[in-house]
Each structure stands twice: as C-alpha cells, then as structure tokens.
C-alpha cells in the first residue's frame, strides 16, 4: 500500500499529461485522473470530446479513476472576459496566465483537494526546488515557468512538476516504451477555444467590425481595417498594405479612432523600447529588494534579456540593457535569476 501522497493529475488527452500521471504511479503515488471542460464548444476547432475519450483510455491504461469537471462558466468569467475586455481597451491579454493563476491553480486545484488529494500535478515542463523556489525546466525549448510566474510558494508546496527534469523527445519515448495511447499525438497549439480558427474572424463573434485607418507614423493614411482590437504589436501578416520596400508591422494603436500605427521594416526604431512599466507584479517567494539586476522575457518565445527593475509609484519601471522589440502592452515580463523563476508582471 502507498504511502506517498494522492495525487491530482489534470488529464488533457495529450501527451504531457498522460506521461505525468503514468510517472508518478510508476514511483509509487495514489492516481486520481481529473479531465477539464474548460469552454462549451466541441467543434473542429476545439475537440473537447475526443481529447476527454484520449484522456478516458490514458486513465484505463495506467489504471487510475477518472473524473470531469466542467468549468466553463469560471473559464469565461474569469478568463475569457478578461481577453474581451483587453483587446477593447487596445491591448493584448496572455488567457494561459490568467488560465493557470485562475483556473488550473485556484478553482480546479481547490476542487481537486476537497476530494481528497494532497498535491496536484499537471504537465507542464518547470521545477520545483526544495525551498519551493520555481524553477526552468531543464528543456529550453519546451521550459513553462513564464506561464506559471503567478504561483505562489504556498501553491507550489501541493504542486508537482514531473516532466521539469525531462526534453519533449524523453516524454515522447517513455509515452511510447509505456504504450499510452497518446505517444503520437500532436501537441495543441494556440488558445482551445480557437484552436485552428482565424483569431480576427473569433474574436468578430464577440467584438462587432468597427471601420479604421491605418497610418503611418508620419500620419499618412495607408488603408482600412475594420477594428484595432484585431491587431498587436510587432504584428506584420494580414495588414493588407502593399507598396514598394519592407514590410509594414503594427507599432501602435489608438482604439478611441481606432487608429492602427505602422511603420516600415522590422528594426525600425519606433518598434524599440528601452524603458517600459508594469504592474500587477506577482512575485513566487518574498517580494525583492529593488533596485534589482536580473534577466527578463517579454514573451514566451524570447530570449532573456538582462534588465534592472525599479519602482514608479504604484508599477515597476523595467529599464532593460538592450532596447527591446515590439513589447506589447497586457503581456507578461517574467523575472529571473538564472534558473529561478523570481515573479513577473503585466506590461502597462
């Protein structure tokens, strides 16, 4: 009989969750399958019904309970919302933090504890230390801390992180060697409830057309759109403007006339900052002492950059040593100090 602790694993029907929940039975944990409805619509688009059958037969394989919850209505008032309403004031929200700060680890984790479980485990690639310090996952290229930057030391203390030690191709092989049914499935890219969708033709089912200008940086007018909201920073597909030189990306964006900025080729300066504001800081352990030197992504796919983080007022103001490009407001600037996630903040 197991002594070590019951375990929560959120089931997705992909791969990273099935080789987590199948890991920690392998070292001996009890195994309670939780599979997410997180939005009510099982479209092409977004295959809630055949991800809950991969996760039913990953559960049957490993031999663990399954159970649903369904949590769409939190999803959409806490999260989705959110999205919506960001985009309407111009900027553009990350709906896998706040899925992660609001779903995964406040309502799905409470639930799963009332049941039962001690600690829940999902499939994400980051760490935990001893001390209940966040830290990279050892895949670089495959490394969640960034999404995960709003957890506290109190919630990392009933989480685990099984696949943080492991590459995508090691879970990959053990899915494999283990027989889950699942080994060979494609990873879900972008957000679930748009999955293969045009975002711009989504959003237009919430958020109704409204006619504006693009503009130079000069002020010239260099054509039609039909809402600010559709676009971001540093964008450059589906502009429409045509014309003689490099490609024209989205600089700025005034939603009151639904203006849309742009400028002319990639390394133009005006898509450069060196000096930004955040707020809503969330730090994992105690808030550091500021003036701090450390490193810095402004999005997912970034390099880390080294910066100094100061205070102004009520927001952090993130001076970095490099001017940065396209930094887009309502993103997320996550802090580090080499391998340890420090916290992070929304981009103002």
Not at 22 to 50: R, T, V
Not at 121 to 142: F, P
Request: proline share 5%; charged share 25%; aromatic share 12%.
């Amino acid at each position: 009989m197991s002594t070590k602790p019951t375990v929560a694993v959120g089931l997705s029907g992909g791969v990273d969750s099935a080789t987590c929940a199948y890991l920690l039975k392998k070292q001996g944990y009890k195994i309670i399958g939780f599979f997410m409805k997180n939005w009510e619509d099982d479209s092409e688009h977004c295959p809630a019904e055949q991800d809950y059958l991969d996760a039913l037969a990953v559960a049957q394989k490993i031999g663990i309970d399954l159970y649903t919850f369904n949590f769409s209505k939190e999803y959409f008032d806490q999260v989705f919302k959110d999205l919506l309403d960001g985009l309407k004031k111009g900027v553009t929200p990350n709906p896998d933090i706040l899925c992660n700060r609001e779903i995964k680890f406040s309502v799905f984790m409470k639930k799963a504890l009332s049941l039962g479980a001690t600690h829940l485990a999902t499939g994400h690639y980051a760490q935990i230390s001893e001390d209940y310090s966040l830290i990279r996952g050892i895949d670089s290229n495959k490394d969640q801390s960034y999404f995960l930057y709003t957890l506290k030391e109190n919630i990392l203390k009933q989480t685990l992180f099984p696949l943080g030690g492991y590459t995508k191709p090691q879970i990959r092989q053990i899915a494999k060697e283990a027989n889950l049914p699942v080994f060979n499935k494609k990873d879900s890219t972008g957000i679930c409830f748009i999955g293969k969708r045009n975002f711009s033709d989504f959003i237009s089912e919430y958020m109704p057309p409204t006619k504006g200008l693009f503009k130079s940086t000069d002020g010239k007018v260099l054509g039609k759109h039909n809402g600010a909201w559709f676009y971001t920073i540093g964008q450059r597909k589906g502009l429409g403007i045509g014309g003689p030189g490099d490609a024209w990306y989205v600089v700025d964006k005034d939603i009151k006339t639904h203006t849309v900025y742009v400028c002319q080729g990639e390394n133009h300066p005006s898509l450069f900052k060196k000096i930004i504001l955040a707020n809503e800081e969330s730090w994992v352990g105690s808030p550091p002492l500021l003036p701090l030197k450390c490193t810095a992504k402004i999005r997912y796919r970034s390099i880390d950059v080294p910066c100094t983080v100061k205070r102004e007022g009520k927001e952090l103001l993130i001076e970095f040593e490099k001017p940065q490009r396209a930094i887009t407001p309502a993103q997320s600037i996550v802090f580090y100090d080499k391998q340890v996630c420090l916290g992070g903040a929304f981009i103002s």
